[in-house]
């Protein structure tokens, strides 16, 4: 299972941190990924890491502000945003899969709960 956290309402420009405590120990050896649904859009890939955090993957719309991380040994991985947008305002979900990087278009086998980061100008 998977539990994301640290979403809240963030002026434009400053920075916030997601968390992603994972349980059971598969998840230390699958990829991990971030998604986000933006108010009345569809989900969208934000960012994924390897297991051993090797490849890193983001979208083009995050690259140079986002940055993905993950701690094995606590089952843990991490979304540090900074210059947030206004566009950047969704609700975010942390995933993983066997299949890397996570693919919205063949399914993602795990999800977490999502928690809303709402980026005000």
């Known amino acids: 299972q998977l539990q994301a956290f640290g979403g809240g309402l963030v002026q434009a420009g400053n920075s916030l941190r997601l968390s992603c405590a994972a349980s059971g120990r598969i998840f230390s050896s699958i990829g991990m990924g971030w998604f986000r649904q933006p108010p009345g859009k569809e989900r969208e890939f934000v960012a994924a890491?390897?297991?051993?955090?090797?490849?890193?993957y983001y979208a083009d719309s995050v690259k140079g502000r986002f940055a993905i991380s993950r701690d094995n040994a606590k089952n843990t991985g991490y979304l540090q945003m900074n210059s947030l947008k206004p566009e950047d305002t969704a609700v975010y979900y942390c995933?993983?899969?066997?299949?890397?990087?996570?693919?919205?278009?063949?399914?993602?086998?795990?999800w977490g709960k999502g928690t809303l980061v709402t980026v005000s100008s």
């Open positions: 995933a993983a899969d066997f299949r890397f990087p996570p693919d919205l278009q063949y399914g993602v086998h795990y």
């Open positions: 890491i390897s297991w051993n955090s090797d490849r890193l």
